[in-house]
T-cell receptor
Framework: LAKTTQPISMDSYEGQEVNITCSHNNIATNDYITWYQQFPSQGPRFIIQGYKTKVTNEVASLFIPADRKSSTLSLPRVSLSDTAVYYCLVQGTYKYIFGTGTRLKVLA | KAGVTQTPRYLIKTRGQQVTLSCSPISGHRSVSWYQQTPGQGLQFLFEYFSETQRNKGNFPGRFSGRQFSNSRSEMNVSTLELGDSALYLC?????????????FGPGTRLTVL
């Protein structure tokens, strides 16, 4: 059974760049990688999605190496409001495997 | 557009009872997926429906079932509730499901089994 793992927790200070990694060794050829943010008592919220190399939007960047066995979510200049749990998702044809989640705490 | 809505938001049941949770997807979305979220197991895929057909099912016992209606609204049912079924149940919708569709999540239904 495919496993998607992440660091359990990370601390960062306001204004710093934060990189959160996800390991997905068994990713299939047609799978995409999506990252979500979740606050307490809310559903996950979409951040970014990619297939390979680098994708950037207004809130984050996603780096995926050539072998696609891992991915890294990069959050530039985090603020206190970025304190949340971050999940990677490997999604394929009718397949959705979430990572174990990384609890990010941003300190003042 | 209105987001994904789930009802009820909170539910308390006792062991052995059954429960039905409801999900209304974003207008125009035809794929609805259900997930169970617990502190120990994280987010686990339950099943996905598209055009009233179940396309995939996660590794859960047969006590967990679902269905989708012609208007894309979906329900999930859990029979013979166990203490371990206490969890946040999340519903997500997307236009067609699949590799590249972004899933949009509802706020979830918090189920407590006593």
């Amino acid at each position: 059974l495919a496993k998607t793992t992440q660091p359990i927790s990370m601390d960062s200070y306001e204004g710093q760049e934060v990189n959160i990694t996800c390991s997905h060794n068994n990713i299939a050829t047609n799978d995409y990688i999506t990252w979500y943010q979740q606050f307490p008592s809310q559903g996950p919220r979409f951040i970014i999605q990619g297939y390979k190399t680098k994708v950037t939007n207004e809130v984050a960047s996603l780096f995926i190496p050539a072998d696609r066995k891992s991915s890294t979510l990069s959050l530039p200049r985090v603020s206190l409001s970025d304190t949340a749990v971050y999940y990677c998702l490997v999604q394929g044809t009718y397949k959705y495997i979430f990572g174990t989640g990384t609890r990010l705490k941003v300190l003042a | 557009k209105a987001g994904v809505t789930q009802t009820p938001r909170y539910l308390i049941k006792t062991r052995g009872q059954q429960v039905t949770l409801s999900c209304s997807p974003i207008s125009g979305h035809r794929s609805v997926s259900w997930y169970q979220q617990t502190p120990g197991q994280g987010l686990q895929f339950l099943f996905e429906y598209f055009s009233e057909t179940q396309r995939n099912k996660g590794n859960f016992p047969g006590r967990f079932s679902g269905r989708q209606f012609s208007n894309s609204r979906s329900e999930m049912n859990v029979s013979t509730l166990e203490l371990g079924d206490s969890a946040l149940y999340l519903c997500a919708s997307s236009p067609n499901g699949g590799e590249v569709d972004t899933q949009y999540f509802g706020p979830g239904t918090r189920l407590t089994v006593l």
